[in-house]
C-alpha cells in the first residue's frame, strides 16, 4: 500500500469512529504494513500537518479526532 494509501484509509477509519484510540489504529494497520507503529507515527504526523485530525486525550490516552477539514477530506 502506498503512503497516500495507507494516510487515505486511516483518515476514513478515524472519519468513521470520530475518536479513535492509537492502539486501534495500530490493530487496524497490522497485517496491512510491515511496521505498524512506525508507519502509523508517520501517518499521524502527516494528517496533523495537513490539519486533517487533532490530537485529543478524553481518557487520558492517545486518541486522534477527524477535524472538520478531515471529514470534508474523506468526502472527495
Known sequence: ???D???KKVLEEITKRMVVKK???IDFLDGKVDD???VLAAVIRSLSEK???TSVSPVGESCYAV???GMRETLR
Open 1 to 3: 500500500m502506498q503512503n
Open 5 to 7: 494509501g495507507i494516510e
Open 23 to 25: 492502539e486501534e489504529l
Open 36 to 38: 505498524p507503529h512506525a
Open 51 to 53: 490539519g486533517l485530525i
Open 67 to 69: 477535524t472538520q477539514k
